[in-house]
């Protein structure tokens, strides 16, 4: 099996049961090309080991789904203490920074316990009468908490592999990358004007959603404009070349800060060793800075360093929403299969999905009303909502059922690991 984002053919309407074994397979052929060695490693305590979030997504269906079932046994009862996350509710656990030390069970008892955890999931979901609401509502937030996971694999991986000094390639079947850019004459930044006006944000309709994208709300929104696609490569070089991580007035206190204490003078995967010609590394190995895709695996300090360098701002989360409210959910995510930035293909194209997640100005906090799940579930969002910003849009590792509008993802200000770049907004 070679490790493969094609999406498998599927069904119109697709059964919940279709999505869940998709899904389950998709996770696999995500690391199909992983070794035990590769499976195994941690390259530092934000990122995973493959082979946890193996066994992590298994005990989430494992622990919110199959416990309620009568005669439920554990698959081994010592992996709630291996593989829990950070559900205090559900008892202690490996240190997040240790779980690159779980040598045992091997990776082949890992695969087993997936295929045991698939197959007694798939069967609940076989009763004669359809699962219950109750039941469908759990298999959902656990399939939509695996296309999660499946994205945190591969940036982990991309950091993992990003650490060898033999930069090697993640999965033989990538599709092959054009050659070193040329500039393709990309036009000047151009911004998309509208309204003010209270606006509809949050998560309002059928399909699954999150709860932290709820409840749907009005939000009054001055006028203003936001760019048309995203910062690139050849943009922000310019914004180093002019100085931009030196001068001290365009970057927030705390961020003046971090750069100083991590010695930060690009974006993560830049490698300036070569002079002026920056390699970057990608999940398909080194390749040559292409100038004119978006800039990728930065944080949010420098992305805010960037707009306001540019004369601009990042969007409030609320205006980045109400931009993309109703356009298709379509672009360079996880199916294209290309794992990396897109160059901009066409100027009607936007990039408002896929690519790289957005930085907003927004700090992550609870919509007005917001209420979290009962039990050990209120544990998913609620409790991170401090010292994160919020991003959107998703990102070339994102699968493309899992990501929309009103989606809310977030990380710490100093995050570079992950898939993020920039878009500007102004004031008119
Ligand atoms: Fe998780």
């Excluded at 554990?74 to 559900?87: H, K, T």
């Excluded at 197959?119 to 699962?131: K, W």
Aim: aromatic letters at 12%.
């Amino acid at each position: 099996v070679r490790c493969s984002v094609e999406p498998m053919l599927r069904a119109s309407p697709e059964t919940l049961q279709a999505r869940f074994l998709r899904v389950r397979a998709q996770t696999e052929a995500l690391c199909a090309e992983l070794s035990a060695e590769d499976a195994g490693a941690q390259s530092m305590p934000d990122a995973s080991p493959a082979k946890w979030h193996l066994a992590h997504t298994s005990w989430f269906f494992e622990t919110f789904v199959l416990s309620n079932t009568p005669g439920f046994r554990a698959f081994r009862p010592e992996y709630g203490y291996l593989f829990n996350s950070y559900y205090e509710a559900l008892g202690a656990r490996v240190a997040r920074a240790a779980r690159g030390l779980i040598t045992r069970p091997p990776l082949s008892e890992i695969y087993e316990y997936r295929r045991v955890v698939t197959a007694r999931v798939a069967e609940l979901l076989e009763t004669a009468h359809g699962p219950t609401d109750a039941l469908r509502a759990l298999v959902e937030l656990g399939v939509n908490h695996e296309e999660q996971h499946q994205e945190l694999i591969l940036t982990d991986v991309k950091h993992l592999l990003g650490q060898s000094p033999l930069a090697p390639v993640y999965c033989s079947s990538l599709p092959a990358e054009p050659a070193a850019a040329v500039s393709m004459a990309l036009p000047a930044h151009v911004f998309r004007e509208f309204a003010a006006g209270l606006v509809p944000i949050g998560h309002d309709g059928p399909g699954f959603s999150f709860d932290n994208e709820g409840p749907a709300h009005l939000h009054y929104l001055l006028a203003y404009a936001l760019g048309t696609r995203l910062v690139t490569n050849g943009e922000y070089l310019e914004f180093m070349r002019d100085g931009g991580y030196e001068r001290a007035e365009l970057w927030l206190s705390d961020g003046f800060r971090w750069k100083k204490q991590n010695d930060v003078s690009r974006p993560l995967y830049w490698d300036a060793s070569t002079g002026e010609l920056v390699q970057v590394f990608t999940l398909g190995g080194p390749r040559p800075l292409a100038l004119d895709e978006p800039v990728c695996h930065v944080s949010y300090y420098e992305a805010d360093a960037y707009a306001r360098w540019s004369g601009a701002r990042l969007p409030s989360e609320a205006e980045w929403e109400h931009a993309v409210r109703h356009e298709a959910v379509d672009g360079n995510l996880l199916e294209t299969g290309r794992l990396h930035p897109r160059v901009l293909r066409a100027l009607t194209e936007n990039q408002s999905f896929g690519d790289v997640w957005e930085w907003t100005s927004s700090a992550y906090s609870p919509y007005p009303g917001y209420r979290t799940l009962d039990g050990a579930l209120g544990e998913y969002n609620g409790k991170f909502m401090c010292n994160q910003m919020v991003l959107r849009g998703g990102s070339c590792v994102t699968p493309r059922a899992h990501i929309r509008a009103s989606y809310r993802n977030f990380f710490p200000p100093e995050t570079r690991w992950q898939f993020a770049g920039i878009r500007l907004a102004r004031y008119s």
